[in-house]
Structures are given as C-alpha cells and as structure tokens.
C-alpha cells in the first residue's frame, strides 16, 4: 500500500506562485499515475490535474490549464504540481493520489485512484 504525504501549502496573495510535492513511501512509484484534487467545504473533490507514470501523458482541469504544472521525479518518488498566477477560487485543500493501474493515459476522476495523501491547504488571498 503507497502512502502519500503531501506538503508545500499555505497563505499566498493572488497572483502568486506556489509548489506543491507528495512524497511517495513505495518502491514501485514509477508504476503509478498520479494525480492532484482538491476540495473546498461542502463540495465535492474536484480533479487538478493527472500525469502518467512516466511523464509523458498529463491532463489538467480547464480551471487551471495555463497556470499549473505537474511533473514527477520517479527516482526521488516524488509528484510536484507547480501553481502560478493564482487567484483566490483556488483556495481549497489539496490532495495527491495515486493509480495503480497501469493502464495508458491518466484518469481524472476520483475513482481512477487507490491511494490518497492526507491532503495540504491552499489558501490565495485576494
């Protein structure tokens, strides 16, 4: 069982730029897809943006698309989701996942992943 440990949240004003990393306990993270959600109370957990287990297939939310970036480095078992020009609808704790499937592409929905970190807090001021 992978287990995920997200950090680099916090309080940053709008249009500011933030690095978010998850931390994978597991030998085999370069046969995982990954991907990033987030919530906000009294919503559903809404897809951010996903990325293959080698890198070479990404997916992003329309939301963010432009503005955030995902990578990984499979050696450090790490999944990154750089976030530019942020704006206060942004605002929401976000989660790491990871899919074991092994299967091409990435998945956007919450289904597609088997693991899940405990989740980071993003807060973009206006």
């Known amino acids: 069982q992978v287990q995920l440990v997200e950090s680099g949240g916090g309080l940053v004003q709008a249009g500011g730029s933030l690095r978010l990393s998850c931390d994978a306990s597991?030998?085999?993270?370069?046969?995982?897809?990954m991907g990033w959600f987030r919530q906000v109370p009294g919503k559903e957990r809404e897809f951010v943006a996903a990325?293959?287990?080698?890198?070479?297939?990404?997916s992003y939310s329309d939301s963010v698309k432009g503005r955030f970036t995902i990578s990984r480095d499979n050696a450090k078992s790490t999944v990154y989701l750089q976030m530019n020009s942020l704006k206060p609808e942004d605002t929401a704790v976000y989660y790491c996942?990871?899919?074991?499937?092994?299967?091409?592409?990435?998945?956007?929905?919450?289904?597609?992943?088997?693991?899940w970190g405990q989740g980071t807090q993003v807060t973009v001021s206006s």
């Open positions: 597991v030998l085999t993270f370069g046969r995982y897809a």
């Open positions: 996942a990871a899919d074991s499937r092994q299967i091409p592409g990435v998945g956007t929905r919450r289904t597609a992943y088997d693991a």
């Open positions: 990325i293959s287990w080698n890198g070479g297939s990404t």
